[in-house]
């Protein structure tokens, strides 16, 4: 016979509170919101999650309410802000904002997808929780504040050379940023290809701008 008295007995995991708990769905649901928008059942979204579909509804009120909490991940810039505030200030400011040009498109195309998912299903019209600025549900304007701050503090080290001032000049790379993502072109612009038009215009070196 084994002699079992000297293993220790199994644990189980702890279990998860309930903000955890509301992570995991919503990183469950997340790609599962890009392929079918609002149409997304909680069925399919639990078993994605590994749970039971009741459980769902113990940490969310109904559908709307967890497809809003989805939403709201999606337009949530903290990741961006941690990427933009790591780049090397000791680099070129071109090689900056080309590193800072691809973490942008990386989040505006996550928010772009998303919201495109919701808006084709006819989820933006038939519930209320999806309605930026509803329910603590942050808009645009909101989500996109804290990347141009982190954008400008890449433009600071250059104050001086600069012909506007960073916090200024962060708005129009934004921006450019933003309208690149939405032209729809076959070969969109790369990251290198925008800094550069930002920087120096669309003119060559060698030719004089009448």
Do not use: C
Request: net charge negative; glycine share 8%.
């Amino acid at each position: 016979m084994t002699d079992t008295s000297s293993t220790p007995p199994r644990r189980r995991a702890p279990a998860m509170d309930s903000d955890q708990r509301r992570a995991m769905i919503v990183a469950a649901a997340l790609p599962l919101v890009v392929e079918y928008g609002a149409a997304v059942t909680t069925a399919k979204i639990a078993r994605a999650a590994g749970i039971g579909e009741g459980t769902i509804f113990r940490v969310f009120a109904d559908k709307d309410a967890l497809l809003a909490a989805v939403m709201a991940e999606a337009l949530r810039p903290d990741d961006a802000v941690v990427h933009l505030k790591a780049i090397a200030l000791d680099q070129p400011l071109a090689d900056r904002l080309t590193e800072a040009a691809e973490v942008m498109r990386g989040y505006l195309t996550r928010m772009g997808t998303i919201i495109g998912a919701l808006a084709a299903t006819g989820g933006m019209d038939r519930s209320s929780h999806l309605k930026p600025g509803k329910d603590g549900l942050p808009n645009r304007e909101t989500g996109l504040a804290a990347p141009r701050a982190a954008l400008a503090a890449l433009f600071e080290p250059d104050r001086d050379d600069l012909r506007l001032s960073p916090e200024r000049l962060a708005d129009a790379f934004q921006l450019q940023l933003m309208a690149a993502g939405r032209l729809g072109a076959s070969e969109p612009p790369t990251p290198e290809e925008l800094v550069e038009l930002f920087l120096f215009g669309a003119f060559t070196g060698s030719r004089e701008v009448r």
